[in-house]
């Protein structure tokens, strides 16, 4: 049965998947490159150093300064957040508010560093609904790799397979499995294929489809 619920952030808790996209489009046209989505796309989750390995094998010797595009990239994305804030997914507070009075415990996971993380969370006031908190750069691996979410689970002295990870990239749900974890994908830039739905506990289209499937999980165990 599931005791305790791990969810990642950007796409999933917060509406910045979207802005991260336009962010990228800017800074690589800004650097005189063509902007590639699914290269942002399937770069979700991972370390600066994987998502440069990535774009450095994509655009070759035409990316002089990938560090500098990296920076403009969040430069132009801490603008807009500074002007609008970060939007808040459908369904969280109430999916966070229901998990706490139904007595789960609760992480966050996320690729993002603390400092970022941390500033955003407080904006959005849901800082306070999780018991532990793990950030980028807290662990040395990134998803897929599994590091976060064992330690996740580690923190909330749970084995993973008492844990549902929540998740929205392709990277995160292979990070769940692979540390043996329940995955549920809730769908925001990427829906799940054939090789991700093995993967899967659960799959939705928002975090409210999430409340129905646990009372079954908890009613039969």
């Not at 990296?70 to 507070?93: F, M, N, T």
């Not at 692979?178 to 769908?187: P, S, T």
């Amino acid at each position: 049965m599931i005791k305790s619920v791990i969810f990642d952030m950007d796409g999933l808790l917060l509406d910045t998947e979207r802005l991260s996209l336009s962010c990228w489009n800017l800074a690589l046209q800004e650097a005189g490159l063509p902007f590639v989505e699914q290269l942002v796309l399937d770069s979700r989750g991972t370390s600066a150093k994987d998502m440069q390995a990535r774009f450095c094998a994509y655009y070759g010797n035409a990316l002089a300064d990938f560090e500098a595009v990296y920076r403009r990239k969040y430069e132009i994305a801490d603008e807009v957040l500074s002007l609008e804030g970060p939007h808040l997914k459908v369904g969280v507070l109430s999916l966070l508010a229901w998990l706490r009075d139904a007595g789960y415990t609760l992480s966050l996971a996320t690729s993002t560093s603390r400092a970022r993380a941390a500033r955003l969370l407080q904006r959005t006031g849901i800082y306070g609904y999780f018991d532990q908190y793990l950030y980028g750069d807290m662990v040395t691996r990134y998803k897929p790799a599994p590091d976060i979410f064992l330690m996740a689970a580690q923190l909330l002295d749970r084995p993973p397979q008492e844990c549902l990870v929540v998740e929205d990239s392709p990277n995160g749900i292979r990070a769940a499995h692979a540390a043996g974890a329940k995955a549920a994908m809730v769908w925001d830039l990427t829906r799940p294929d054939e090789e991700l739905r093995g993967m899967l506990f659960a799959e939705c289209a928002t975090l409210l489809d999430l409340i129905p499937l646990l009372k079954a999980d908890r009613a039969a165990g």
